[in-house]
């Protein structure tokens, strides 16, 4: 089992920034590979950012050079730093482990960009 507990959302004014913490516990290694996703009322939840046990990462198109993701092996946790953040980015933000072949999600944190 994998727990996953997100914290660092609220509301941010365009153009500002946030930095979204996961700490994970339980089954979960510096091998296994994290990542954030999100959910914008009445979408789908799309994937945000992957990292891999390895560091390798991956952003979607309309992140990418905006957003950073890292992790901190020796605390567990997963960090996702939101730069230029933009009102189509407001969405809740979802944490998500992979541990042998299972997909661990966290509670989500909601993220609001408005003026």
């Known amino acids: 089992q994998v727990q996953l507990v997100e914290s660092g959302g609220g509301l941010v004014q365009p153009g500002g920034s946030l930095r979204l913490s996961c700490a994970a516990s339980g089954s979960i290694f510096s091998s296994n590979d994290m990542g954030w996703s999100r959910q914008a009322p009445g979408k789908q939840r799309d994937l945000v950012a992957f990292i891999s046990g390895g560091g390798r990462t991956n952003y979607a198109d309309s992140v990418a050079g905006r957003f950073t993701i890292s992790r901190d092996n020796a605390k567990n946790t997963v960090y996702l730093q939101m730069n230029s953040l933009k009102p189509e980015d407001t969405a809740v933000y979802y944490c998500?482990?992979?541990?042998?072949?299972?997909?661990?999600w966290g509670q989500g944190t909601q993220v609001t960009v408005s003026s």
């Open positions: 998500y482990a992979v541990s042998r072949g299972v997909v661990y």
